[in-house]
């Protein structure tokens, strides 16, 4: 199969900074003294604790329980004792109830977690609730429940899986590493999910600028003689979109305001698929991934294999530290990633990376109006009209906003990054987006 | 807490152009013209220049400071209408006229509708048009010889523009080719017609009269190309504009009958190089979707033709532009792109 364009319409070349981490083979920081387990880490009903203060947990051991289909439990990271169930700072923003463990230095191993002979011929639905018990979501910043993905709905059947291993934010590199370092386990987990799915087809997405993974993982495909096409993309922001992915590698277009399965579609990041063998093949939960601490501000850039729950300045002390400069803390990449106010906020199941910016990389200009140069039209993978949309809201003309697809909007900040005139579109967006919902909501009552 | 960190919504790296990095390129981008105003015109080219934009700029600050706004003439916009607005007027106009062009660009054309970025019609053509109205001789008979050519680009006539003979000469072709009384008038035309078209060598290094920002081609290309370089201009208003012209006056503009048209003559006279170049490709006053500058640009392109062979005027690019920027909210609105994924629902 000849892939003609794999590309998208639109996007961005924002400088990509991976040299600062991409060599750095993966190290284990070590234990924590302590974690901090929020019962939100992924998009959904939160999990509700299944320990009191005062219990000793083991690593693995589930501390709070799914609530319903769309939602994940979480498990202690570390063996210890629960010291406290509080409301604590949480990287995605507000303040979470999390189950904090004191470790006791132990680590000592849940007994559920152990290899699972002839893992890949069990049921399909009891591989399913593997992956809901062993508490997985998407790890590529969004934190969708991965089994939820996984049960389409069966007049949707998937016909092409496609594995996320574009890893388009600029600086970031805990995918590429993971596909040099954990190849196998990659594939095995896309060979489980293909089965769990009964797809045929099945594409690896990966950017031209990571060579070796894109070798690697094409000579090992071909030992393995996997019915998967390894296909290398074109480096451009947000590749590594969803909708961006499937209409580069398929051509297909997901409907706005639908999802990846309306064309028979489904994408899963790197990171979940090594996630999802773990869990299959020895009931490992997550509590355990690769974040990358990096940026200018950040005096020795690495990739890391953390705890859940470690708080991220463990990670950057480990990494020798934040230089006098760094006015900014990003929890993952510096175009869609949060900006953090304290690093005592842990690492989740979506931090995919840390990056510390400096003072001359994180100016933050103030905005000047608008000369329609329209470089943010021409840079929406959306198709949108970001300088309009961004002028309706500001004036609180919401119902206009929502005619123009202001929910359609994927806050990449492509429209952000190019404006010469500093205006913060997305900011005005994630607003817009909240009210023309409430509005819509209140319309619907 | 020891460490204060900076928190504000993604994305947290922006691309480094700005506005004044935009609008000083664009100042250097008609610095090669400027210097061949002086060079084909004189230094009282390069004081109209001058003048204009003190005048521009002057206006801008004084009005800024005035209503107690930010003074905003840093961003280099007003040097760019000063500029447009000297380019726009022949070389013999007194001092005050250039002043008064830029001043009445920005005092009524950009600061009433909110500056820069909401006036709806490009302010240096606005200048150009009040300048026209007002004082529609000085802005319209053209005496200065440019060095080393003549007025018309031809050395047989040397009393007009290459324009402005051209519709004289096709005016008497057109009315009296079969009034035996005018032959000679007729005949001596023809050849004036047939000279003019062959002064493409003139007309492309500017050796020609005209306003003095608006002769020389190659001048002003290669301000575009570096525009276009850096990308602060696209080329689908200019090569649309451009285009429209060209076919249209190959089809019409001839003296024997439909497609006897000289359109290489049409896109090289007048100021319609540095129109599609320079004025309707403002970022500001154009249209923001890739069809609507097709649009935009083959609107602009019409209006030039209708107005260079039927209308009053010799040349038409500064209307054709200032009335197409006047719709430019309504081909926004028509031509909003379809919304990634977007299936039309009925």
């Known amino acids: 199969m000849v892939f003609k364009k794999l590309t998208f319409k639109g996007g961005v070349h924002p400088p990509e900074h991976k040299e600062l981490a991409e060599e750095k083979a993966i190290e284990v920081l070590p234990l924590p003294d302590y974690v901090i387990i929020p019962v939100q880490q992924h998009l959904g009903a939160p999990a509700e604790p299944i320990v009191n203060v005062g219990d000793e947990v083991k690593t693995g051991d589930k501390v709070c329980e799914a609530k319903g289909f769309v939602s994940v439990p979480s498990h202690a ?11 604590r700072p949480h990287p995605v923003g507000g303040e979470v109830i999390s189950i904090i463990i004191e470790s006791d230095g132990n680590d000592q191993l849940s007994p559920s977690i152990k290899p699972i002979t002839n893992y890949f011929d069990q049921d399909v639905e009891e591989m399913k609730k593997q992956i809901q018990n062993a508490g997985l979501a998407g790890m590529g910043g969004a934190a969708f429940p991965t089994h939820v993905k996984l049960s389409p709905p069966t007049d949707k059947p998937i016909d092409t899986f496609i594995l996320n291993g574009v890893e388009c934010e600029p600086f970031l590199t805990a995918d590429h590493r993971l596909m040099l370092e954990r190849p196998n386990d990659i594939l095995e987990g896309v060979r489980i999910i293909m089965k769990v799915l009964n797809c045929k087809r099945g594409y690896i997405g990966i950017e031209k600028n990571k060579p070796d993974a894109i070798a690697l993982i094409q000579q090992l495909v071909n030992e393995s003689g996997n019915q998967l096409t390894v296909v290398p993309l074109n480096v451009k922001y947000p590749q590594g979109a969803e909708k961006q992915l499937i209409k580069a590698i398929t051509n297909r277009k997901v ?5 990846p399965m309306d064309v028979a579609c489904l994408v899963h990041n790197v990171g979940t698929a090594k996630a999802v063998y773990d869990a299959v093949s020895s009931n490992k939960p997550l509590y355990e991934r690769v974040v990358t601490v990096t940026g200018k501000g950040i005096k020795e850039p690495k990739n890391l294999l953390v705890r859940i729950g470690t708080p991220f300045q463990n990670l950057v002390d480990f990494c020798g530290g934040t230089t006098e400069d760094t006015i900014k803390i990003i929890n993952g990449g510096p175009m869609m990633g949060i900006a953090q106010y304290t690093l005592e906020v842990p690492v989740t199941k979506g931090t995919s990376g840390i990056l510390a910016l400096t003072k001359q990389e994180a100016k933050l200009s103030e905005p000047e109006p608008c000369i329609r140069c329209a470089r943010c039209v021409d840079a929406c993978p959306m198709t949108l009209l970001p300088n309009t949309l961004a002028r309706l809201i500001e004036y609180k003309m919401f119902d206009e906003a929502h005619k123009l697809g202001v929910l359609d909007c994927i806050e990449c900040g492509a429209c952000a990054f190019v404006c010469p005139s500093k205006i ?14 409430k509005m819509l909501k209140s319309k619907a009552a | 807490m020891e460490n204060k960190f900076f928190v504000s919504s993604s994305p947290h790296i922006t691309d480094k152009d700005s506005i004044p990095k935009i609008m000083y390129s664009v100042v250097i981008s008609l610095i090669p013209a400027a210097i061949g105003a002086i060079y084909f015109f004189g230094i009282q080219a390069g004081w109209i220049i001058l003048l204009a934009i003190i005048s521009a700029v002057v206006t801008e600050a004084g009005l800024q400071k005035l209503m107690k706004k930010s003074i905003q003439v840093k961003d280099g916009s007003a040097i760019v209408t000063g500029i447009l607005v000297a380019f726009n007027v022949p070389a013999e106009v007194p001092w005050w006229i250039p002043v008064i062009g830029s ?4 005092a009524i054309g950009k600061i009433p509708f909110g500056g820069l970025g909401y006036n709806p019609m490009n302010p240096a053509l606005l200048g150009r048009a009040f300048l026209l109205a007002s004082w ?7 005496q200065t010889v440019p060095r080393g050519g003549t007025l018309s680009g031809i050395d047989a006539i040397t009393s007009a523009t290459p324009l402005n003979l051209f ?17 000679d ?13 062959d002064s493409y060598v003139n007309l492309f290094w500017g050796r020609i009269g005209g306003c003095i920002g608006e002769t020389s081609v190659i001048l002003l290309l290669i301000g575009a190309v570096y525009l276009l370089y850096k990308r602060y201009i696209g080329l689908r ?11 249209l006056s190959w089809i019409f503009s001839g003296t024997e009958g439909l497609f006897s048209g000289d359109p290489l003559f049409h896109v090289l006279a007048g100021g319609l190089i540095l129109g599609a170049f320079y004025m309707a490709t403002d970022m500001v006053t154009s249209p923001v979707t890739s069809a609507g500058r097709y649009i935009f640009g083959i609107g602009c392109g019409v209006i030039t033709v209708v107005i260079r062979l039927v209308g009053g005027y010799p040349e038409g690019v500064s209307y054709s532009i200032l009335l197409m920027n006047l719709t430019v909210p309504l081909i926004d609105r028509y031509t909003k792109p379809k919304t990634f994924g977007k299936v039309n629902k009925k």
């Open chain 2, 167 to 183: 519709k004289q000469q096709r005016d008497i072709i057109l009315n009296f080719t079969n009034d035996p009384a005018m032959t």
């Open chain 2, 136 to 142: 529609p001789t000085r802005m319209t008979i053209f």
């Open chain 2, 237 to 247: 208003i200019p090569l649309s504009y451009i285009g429209t012209v060209a076919i």
């Open chain 2, 103 to 106: 001043a009445f660009a920005i």
């Open chain 2, 185 to 197: 008038k007729v005949e001596s035309a023809q050849v004036a017609l047939s000279q003019l078209y």
């Open chain 1, 255 to 259: 409907p706005a305001g639908g999802l």
């Open chain 1, 77 to 87: 990271s570390i063996s210890g004792k629960v010291s406290a169930i509080e409301k």
């Open chain 1, 424 to 437: 913060r579109h997305v900011h005005h967006f994630k607003y817009g987006k909240l009210e023309v919902t």
